[in-house]
């Protein structure tokens, strides 16, 4: 079955970085595209970047463009989000998530930023 299992999220300083991690497992992951989400307190979730299924493509939403870095290796089946000069407004929760026929999420790690 389809897992995906999210880590690196934690407490951080604004201006700070972080890179969050999403191990998958149970589909064949180099052939399908990756997206990270997030959702904030009271908010509903948003689409923060993709990555096509060779890499070879991405997008990101306007609000991280510029400070945020999807990435994938397709021998470690893991996507990355390497988020940079992280402002007290990226708080939440963020979630991988892959469509293989229907949606599958992580359970999400949640990234803080405060001083």
């Known amino acids: 079955q389809v897992q995906l299992v999210e880590s690196g999220g934690g407490l951080v300083q604004p201006g700070g970085s972080l890179r969050l991690s999403c191990a998958a497992s149970?589909?064949?992951?180099?052939?399908?595209?990756m997206r990270w989400y997030r959702q904030a307190p009271g908010k509903e979730r948003e689409l923060v970047a993709s990555?096509?299924?060779?890499?070879?493509?991405?997008n990101y939403a306007d609000s991280v463009k510029g400070r945020f870095t999807i990435s994938r290796d397709n021998a470690k089946n893991t996507v990355y989000l390497q988020m940079s000069s992280l402002k007290p407004e990226d708080t939440a929760v963020y979630y991988c998530?892959?469509?293989?026929?229907?949606?599958?999420w992580g359970q999400g790690t949640q990234v803080t930023v405060s001083s």
């Open positions: 998530s892959v469509v293989v026929g229907i949606w599958y």
């Open positions: 149970g589909f064949t992951f180099s052939g399908y595209t």
């Open positions: 990555i096509s299924d060779t890499g070879r493509n991405t």
